[in-house]
């Protein structure tokens, strides 16, 4: 079972501060989306470097979501993207449908 | 105390931000996606401290680091630990976060970062003459590198091609040039007072009209360098 993402690192940071806790939550609505099609772009045309690059970003997004396993998956698949192979896109893929439907209901 | 935060990613600089606001005297002036405007922005006007991803495209947080010449505190943040080792190669690298830094952790920074800020002054301050006092020069003479300490060195002289470096117990003769020792020599100690002389400041016994007396040495002053002498003088 794929771990789920949560907003505890955010709501420790925002407190009290409803206003920092929405900021949060605009940006990954308008970032991840566009993160993901640019993922996806990447990988299905086989530009490795380009695809470590995104995933590298996503990576960070991962650990903000208290997705540790997902996470540690992104780091040794940006390392083998950076060695041109592909191999983690469908593991990964279904981390980014995750995160894509936890965001749709927050 | 203030900063500026540079990412490429908008949430990275909200999340720093947002940490900046949560400890006392930092404010946050501007934030960049890109290291090129900030260092337009730097060259603009100063700050105290960057907050700087590595990984941007193009232009990145290494590249940034090695652009600026006089750079401010820099803290760098990262999602990985890859660079951490080579960072603190640069002396204004003040720390290193690693995404997602916790509240405590940068509090852990900043005071890192107030530290480095506090310790800076003293470099024009008294430790720096101390480090002048005990520092020292090696000396290339028939193929043995022999070192002097400056505070042992007292008189330099042009000779043609060579100099001769007087101390007080031998003088040696280098194949190099006045211009070139200069360069290696700390300004508080030595002073250039004639186009063939650098004497030991510390060193001079006294001074007549057009000379000055250091041991049993009497060396011209010339001119135009006699107004320089006279300004570093503790005059009575």
Redesign the interface.
């Given at each position: 079972m794929i771990e789920q993402p949560n907003l505890k690192y955010v709501d420790d940071l925002a407190g009290d501060d409803v206003a920092f806790r929405q900021q949060f939550i605009t940006i990954l609505k308008e970032e991840f989306p566009k993160e993901r099609e640019t993922y996806i772009d990447h990988v299905e045309n086989k530009r490795t470097k380009e695809t470590a690059a995104i995933v590298h970003k996503l990576k960070h997004k991962f650990n903000i979501l208290g997705m540790e396993e997902a996470y540690r998956l992104a780091v040794t698949y940006e390392k083998e993207l950076l060695e041109g192979q592909i191999t983690a896109d469908a593991k990964f893929k279904m981390i980014l449908d995750t995160i894509a439907g936890y965001i749709k209901n927050i | 105390m203030n900063c500026i935060v540079i990412d490429d990613?908008?949430?990275?600089r909200?999340?720093i931000t947002?940490?900046c606001g949560t400890v006392q005297d930092l404010d946050v002036i501007e934030e960049f996606d890109n290291a090129i405007d900030a260092i337009k922005f730097l060259n603009q006007r100063s700050v105290d401290v960057v907050y700087l991803d590595i990984?941007m495209?193009g232009f990145t947080g290494v590249d940034f680091v090695q652009t600026l010449k006089n750079p401010p505190k820099i803290v760098l943040t990262t999602?990985?630990t890859d660079f951490a080792i080579e960072a603190y190669e640069y002396e204004c690298i003040v720390d290193y976060l690693v995404?997602?830094v916790?509240?405590e952790r940068f509090e852990k920074s900043f005071q890192k970062v107030k530290n480095a800020i506090v310790q800076k002054p003293k470099v024009n301050g008294s430790e720096s003459q101390e480090t002048d006092l005990e520092g020292d020069l090696y000396i290339n003479i028939d193929r043995r590198l022999i070192k002097l300490k400056f505070n042992e060195i007292l008189v330099i002289e042009a000779k043609g091609d060579y100099i001769g470096v007087k101390t007080e117990k031998e003088e040696y003769r280098v194949h190099t040039t006045l211009k070139k020792i200069k360069e290696k020599l700390p300004e508080k100690l030595f002073l250039q007072i004639h186009r063939s002389f650098i004497i030991n400041f510390t060193k001079i016994i006294d001074i007549e009209d057009n000379s000055v007396l250091i041991e049993k040495n009497v060396i011209p002053i010339s001119r135009s360098n006699r107004p320089e002498l006279m300004r570093r003088l503790n005059l009575l």
């Open positions: - | 990613e908008a949430m990275a909200a999340i947002k940490l990984h495209p999602s990985d995404k997602p916790t509240q």
